[in-house]
C-alpha cells in the first residue's frame, strides 16, 4: 500500500497508558452489514466461541463455519511472546469487543496489544492485507536522527529474517544498544496463516511506512490485518529486562486505501 494510496486519513493524540484491556483499534466494513438475528450473525457467534476455546492453547486458530454464502471465515492470534493466561484474557475480551464495537458487520477486525481477530464472509486467509492499518507513533523525535535510523534499520532487518524462519511462526524480536543508557527494542509478527514470502511482504510494507508516519520518532507501532511492527526505547516484549514505563503522549492515525 503507498503513501499516495491512502485516500482516508483520521488523526487524533492519545494518552498512553490505557488500560490492558482496552482495543487499539477496530475496522468495521460499513459495506457489508448484515441483520442481527441473521444466519451469518448466528455463526459469527459460533465462531468466536470456538476462537475463545481454542485460541490460548496454540496461540493462533483459522477456521470458518456454515456453508454456501452464509459461511463465515475467522482467524485470531495472540503475539507470540505472551502467556497462555494473557493471550486468554486478550482473545475473551476481543470476542466480546469485536460485537459489540461491530455488531451488524460481517467484516470486522479488533486489535489488542497481545492479540489479534477478525472475520468475514470472504476467505482472505493465506492473503496480505494491508488495505487498513493503524498508526501509532511517539511525539518526541530522537536526538540523532542518522545514527537511529542506521541502528533501527539494522534491528529490522534481522528480526524481519528471524520472522519467516519456518520454527519461528511469524515472530521476530530483539533489541539493540544505542549507548550505555538507551536501548532499542523492536518485534515484528505475521499472522501465521501466511507464507513466509507474504509475511516478508507485509512486514516490508509496514516497515516502509516508518518514513511516512515514524521518520525520528522514539516510538512507533503499525497494525495491519495480516502483520504487525513495533519498536520503542523501552521494553515492551516478554521477557521484560527493566520496569520503564511508557510515554505519555502517543498519536496514532488511522488509514483506509
Request: net charge neutral; charged share 20%; aromatic share 12%.
Amino acid at each position: 500500500m503507498s503513501f499516495s494510496n491512502k485516500v482516508m486519513f483520521l488523526l487524533f493524540l492519545c494518552t498512553w497508558g490505557s488500560k490492558a484491556d482496552d482495543p487499539l483499534g477496530e475496522f468495521c466494513n460499513r459495506n457489508t452489514n448484515i441483520s442481527s438475528g441473521g444466519k451469518i450473525s448466528a455463526n459469527i457467534d459460533k465462531l468466536l466461541a470456538e476462537l475463545a476455546l481454542r485460541t490460548p492453547s496454540t496461540g493462533f486458530v483459522a477456521t470458518t463455519y456454515g456453508k454456501d454464502h452464509d459461511k463465515v471465515y475467522a482467524l485470531a492470534q495472540c503475539r507470540g511472546d505472551v502467556s497462555t493466561h494473557d493471550c486468554s484474557n486478550c482473545i475473551q475480551d476481543a470476542t466480546k469487543q469485536i460485537r459489540e464495537r461491530c455488531p451488524n458487520q460481517a467484516d470486522a477486525r479488533i486489535w489488542y496489544d497481545y492479540c489479534f481477530l477478525r472475520y468475514n464472509i470472504e476467505s482472505f486467509f493465506g492473503e496480505v492485507d494491508t488495505s487498513f492499518g493503524i498508526f501509532y507513533f511517539n511525539v518526541e523525535n530522537v536526538t540523532d536522527p542518522e545514527a537511529f535510523n542506521k541502528k533501527l534499520g539494522a534491528l529490522m532487518d534481522h528480526i524481519r529474517a528471524q520472522a519467516v524462519m519456518p520454527n519461528e511462526k511469524g515472530l521476530g524480536k530483539g533489541k539493540s544498544v544505542l549507548s550505555p543508557f538507551v536501548t532499542l527494542y523492536a518485534l515484528v509478527q505475521c499472522t501465521r496463516d501466511l507464507s513466509e514470502i507474504s509475511c516478508a511482504q507485509c512486514l516490508a510494507i509496514a516497515v516502509n511506512n516508518f518514513a511516512n508516519f515514524c521518520s525520528h520518532r522514539k516510538g512507533c507501532r503499525v497494525l495491519y490485518s495480516s502483520c504487525y511492527v513495533r519498536y520503542e526505547l523501552y521494553p515492551f516484549f516478554f521477557p521484560l529486562d527493566s520496569n520503564k514505563t511508557e510515554p505519555s503522549n502517543v498519536v496514532r492515525v488511522s488509514v483506509y486505501s
